[in-house]
């Protein structure tokens, strides 16, 4: 397989293409995304299955948690314009989120007696629920230029 | 749950993991070593998932083995979306697909052992 990739020197880089957020290193971050997705989903799934009524607030807020990665992880993937559009909604919802559920996780931890993967800023998992959308949103930041960049070089032609 | 499945889960999902970081930093795309380290890697999951579930048939393992339940299942998902994720990708990025899910499967066997014994 080592072969193909020389279609890739040729032309442009991986993630140099226009849209391409799932590209190049957008790759790793679909994965990343694509784990936390099935990791959320996962857990509020079984919450909400088994104990719902124990912790209605934050077994829904799993879920809302579980959608916004699974959003992201999808718009990430696809690229384009309205994809962009969800995944930076997506990603801006998740720091909020994050930043909102941990504080409140930290200043009334009996909120939450089972936590999610927000609480404690995302503690239980390495603190990446907090790191992640950063990186998404710069990510999306970047491409965009270069996408600005290109069209623009196009234009001129 | 068994711990000699377990260590050789993590085992192979870190070489596997390790494998596919070293082609990332030839700056290949991914190959056959890459499917292969996958391969295994999924191969012990489905064993995984055969002997939880005749073990918890038996009344073994956790009082409300959902959760448990939840990553016995889940966990085979992970090597072939990475393979078919990261195959679209003919460049350094591809295997690294390869890296999060190996370190991503070896996160959750030691998150399922805690599950298995009791001790989170």
């Known amino acids: ?57 934050a077994y829904t807020l799993s ?23 969800v995944a930076v909604a997506a990603c801006s919802v998740e720091l909020a989120g994050v930043l909102i559920v941990g504080t409140y996780s930290l200043l009334d931890p009996g909120a939450f007696p089972e936590p999610t993967v927000w609480s404690g800023y995302g503690a239980g998992y390495g603190c990446v629920p907090l790191v992640l959308p950063v990186i998404g949103l710069w990510w999306l930041r970047r491409t965009a230029r270069r996408e600005v960049r290109a069209a623009g070089g196009a234009a001129r032609v | 749950m068994t711990n000699v499945l377990a260590t050789a889960i993590i085992v192979v999902a870190l070489l ?38 005749v073990k918890l048939a038996h009344g073994e393992g956790p009082a ?19 393979v078919l994720w990261g195959l679209l990708e003919r460049s350094r990025w591809g295997p690294t697909v390869i890296v999060v899910a190996g370190l991503a499967v070896a996160v959750m066997i030691v998150r399922m052992n805690q599950l298995w014994s009791g001790s989170a």
């Open chain 2, 64 to 82: 409300h083995p959902a959760t448990f339940v939840g990553y016995l299942v889940a966990i085979l998902l992970i090597p072939p979306a990475g």
């Open chain 1, 63 to 85: 879920a809302i948690a579980a959608l916004i990665y699974i959003l992201a992880t999808v718009a990430l993937a696809r690229g384009g314009r309205t994809s962009r559009r």
């Open chain 2, 16 to 53: 596997a993991a390790a494998f596919s970081g070293i082609t990332a930093l030839r700056d290949r795309p991914m190959g056959w070593g890459d499917i292969a380290g996958a391969g295994a890697v999924e191969a012990l999951l489905a064993v995984q998932l055969a002997v939880g579930s």
């Open chain 1, 1 to 57: 397989m080592p072969e193909s990739s020389e279609t890739e020197r040729a032309g442009e880089p991986a993630g140099a293409r226009g849209g391409a957020t799932g590209g190049g290193p957008g790759r790793l971050l679909v994965a990343v995304y694509g784990i936390f997705a099935l990791a959320a989903t996962a857990r509020a799934g079984v919450q909400i299955a088994t104990k719902f009524a124990d912790a209605p607030l």
